[in-house]
DNA sequence: CGTGATATTGTTACCGCTAACAGCCCAATT
DNA sequence: AATTGGGCTGTTAGCGGTAACAATATCACG
């Protein structure tokens, strides 16, 4: 033991490793970093003092002398709906292998908050952005455009991206899915969803939806909103609502799977036939339903694959702008009439 | 041979605003931080030269300069089991004032990854660690002790922390679990867990429980465990299976309250009578729960709480170790017998 | 044994920003 | 008028690494 103790409040620097095993600083860096040619007794020696001390770099400072900085901002707005922990594992995933690493930032679905969120990450200069939705104020539209880094605006397609998209057509999916009810059959149809005004691929996809009702020549019977508040127990509120002032309402169709699953616990409850006398369907296939009694009809939102797509772009960040688009499948489950 | 136009691609830096606006640096530094004195004319130049350039400040640069970072590393091992979102919101709520800002890591259960994790985030220099749980690998708490800062060991106090701690004794509110159940006249009581062995909170449940159980002359007439898969669904699954295997079974405690709604809606569908026939009881308290056809009982496990309060201790940096113990509430719902 | 090629290690100059301190200007004070 | 003390702005010297290049050691070969 040559020093007893060295100083252990003193922070760690590449110094005192360089130091401890007798070469120089960028000896060090280069061996911690795998990078250059190093003697494999030197590697050994650096390795072990480095061990020894417990050393951590200081990525701070290897990023701004490198310009090199191996994060990738993910924008979303929620956390807790199921949906977005989906894109992040498709995202993890991807990025595992390639060194960079994901940083989330939660907006609940407030522009002002996503445009703080966007500065913030910005200002760490981050390898690329990933961000839900297409719709962004216009300072958030131009912090991105220059930053000069890849850009993945995730889940939705409809709309002009800023650089890259990949997603669904959520006003496709409504349409299809109104198409599949009314070609069951279905005729008096209602819509409940959320109130949040911000929801903008919730207000496309009911757009579609009440865009091939029209075609055919219905529109919606009745309608219901919610927000804040355990989607399950909305979803049942929400349909006794309906069904209590609509009392011939043939079909539900929810803005979510959770509010669905709420309101086919319901109306199981209540002992109607689903589907026969009225039928049910939400989005997103979340795996909370294959719990239910019955299996709720839901259209998948190839969230998994829209993580791992957006976050291919970014590790090759391709020089021209892509959109890709994914296609939902229907998942007619028991509670829509089969024809 | 000279740039005739500015690169518009050339990243923006304190100098081109200072260029812009006719003053230092400095200055702009100082105006940008709303640190010293600057006069009002100066300031507004600048704010105004800084957002016609669309200048993002580079917190590499100035945190290594100053030596101090905003950001607050969170170590959780899944997102998707609902009870870290909530943790987070605690945690976010707390920090949003005073300037701190989460980053969230994920080891999925994996020692391995969890001491990664941890590695990489202090590589970036956080002011402070929140991470779940008190077993680490001895290389991670070796780190975590040697970093210099606040490090909050959350969801648990049944052990030694680092540093500080928030959480509750997951021991003692398995015993209390089981005290309830034996006092309503339960007596061939099942357990229904996941199989993974590194959810040592769940552990340290069971444990209480059967030590309960055994000062009560009990022991568990059966149990199931899970791994992967849909929660509700794996639910229902092992609900079945052990009511097949112990048809005798009187009370079905589940490690978490996804599965207790599996279960729940599984002997709903049975026709069982719950809960006289058979009592359940899970253990999160789940907003989910507010949305079944019967309240399954649980114990809060006080997430907003502990995220609050762990936030808290990192915000202020106390120099004293310290541990809070929550005390989470039975909610006894509509599963267990009344006495 | 000299020579160029190769392998390994060291030196220097920043990266973009901020702490600390230095300077300047001008009103107020003596 | 000289002095003083704020208020405001500028200068200097890093923060802890890394890129790029320089230097030295080593080695095969004619």
New binding site residues.
């Given amino acids: 033991m040559t020093k007893p103790t060295p100083d252990p409040r003193h922070?760690?620097?590449?110094?005192d490793v360089?130091e401890a095993s007798?070469?120089?600083?960028?000896?060090?860096?280069?061996v911690?970093?795998n990078?250059?040619?190093?003697?494999?007794?030197?590697?050994e020696k650096v390795l072990e003092a480095a061990r020894a001390l417990g050393?951590v770099?200081?990525k701070?400072?290897?990023a701004?002398?490198?310009?090199?900085v191996n994060l990738v901002g993910v924008v979303i707005p929620s956390l807790s709906n199921m949906v977005f922990p989906e894109v992040m594992t498709g995202i993890s995933e991807v990025l595992e292998g390639t060194g960079l690493q994901p940083v989330v930032g939660v907006t609940n679905y407030l522009p002002d908050r996503e445009e703080s969120v966007i500065y913030e990450m910005l200002s760490w200069r981050p390898s690329g952005m990933i961000i839900a939705g297409l719709e962004h104020s216009a300072a958030s539209r131009a912090m991105l455009a220059r930053a000069g880094i890849p850009i993945v605006e995730i889940m939705d397609i409809d709309g002009e991206p800023i650089n890259h998209a990949v997603g669904i057509s959520h006003r496709r999916a409504g349409r299809q899915m109104a198409e599949a009810i009314i070609a069951a059959g279905y005729r008096k149809i209602a819509f409940l969803g959320t109130q949040m005004p911000n929801d903008f691929r919730a207000k496309k996809r009911l757009e579609g939806f009440e865009e091939a009702l029209a075609k055919a020549g219905l529109t919606l019977v009745d309608r219901e909103y919610y927000s804040g508040g355990s989607a399950l127990l909305k979803g049942r509120e929400m349909t006794a609502a309906v069904l209590n002032r609509t009392p011939d309402v043939d079909f539900l169709y929810y803005s979510n799977d959770m509010i669905g699953a709420g309101g086919l616990l319901y109306c199981l409850a209540q002992g109607l036939d689903v589907p026969g006398r009225i039928g049910l369907a939400g989005f997103n296939g979340v795996e909370l339903l294959d719990g239910l009694p019955r299996k709720l009809a839901t259209m998948d939102a190839c969230r998994l694959e829209i993580g791992r797509k957006a976050a291919r772009i970014i590790a090759e960040a391709p020089e021209a702008s892509q959109v890709e688009e994914l296609f939902p499948t229907l998942q007619p489950g028991d509670t829509i009439r089969q024809a």
């Fill in positions: 922070a760690l620097t590449l110094r360089s007798g070469v120089s600083e960028m000896t060090v860096s280069r911690l970093r990078r250059g040619d190093v003697s494999a007794p030197t590697r050393y770099p200081n701070i400072a290897g701004l002398a490198s310009q090199r």
